[in-house]
């Protein structure tokens, strides 16, 4: 077989396998469902940065297996030693020039998401979230309510609506982690750390708390409730005079 044609043939297979990898990405649903606008941002991220490393992949394992073929020693070359090769300069400069330029391309695609993600918008409700051995309660200030700050073992909040929340924990270091949200951020004794989320799927999705807090760490689950505006004015009005956290079971959050 000439060398045209081998490398004919070697462009065509790499082509098939970079084309198969990423239908496989897009084909196997690997995450649960996107219920914020921040969720659509980093699945989009996810897929660009998949895009970019399977060709890669591709790639290095393609010259791997070329190579291992290639230059295996056949019998009688026991004793035989490679050339000495010094270096090729042209080839250096590409395989750096490359990925740094690759990388600077991705990192800085990274950081408009993540900078995207977290921007304060015009208007935004405040929700508090306390985590503690092994439960969350979420406070809803006056701001919210219109009247009484409320303190639920519930969790709803209104489509649509970009929500702060605001961190603390009163024993060890959690971390709050809303899946569906696709974002997560611990939550450390002594200060208030911050998370911004606009839902903007209706349904119910689980709250995960995702850092080993002791033996109670896996039950510590709960739910948030994404609803219309017009339900979440409902329940904050079905919550007054109920109270506090005693207002509603705790459910499976132990
Ligand atoms: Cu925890």
Redesign the pocket.
Known sequence: MDRRRSATIALILGAVAIAAGIAISYAIHWFPASASSQAKNTDRLYHVLVIASVPIFVLVTGVILYCIWQFRMRPGEEGKDGPPIHGNTRLEVFWTALPTALLLGLVGYSFVVLHENEKKPAREIQVGVT?Q??TWTYQYPSSVTGGAPLNSYQLYVPQGESVEFNLRSKDVI??FWVPAFRIQEDVVPGITTHWRATPDRIGTYPVV?N?L??VG?SL?RSEVHVVPESKFKEWLASQKGASGATASAPGASG
């Open positions: 985590a051995q092994f959690h971390a708390c850092l807090c002791g760490h510590m």
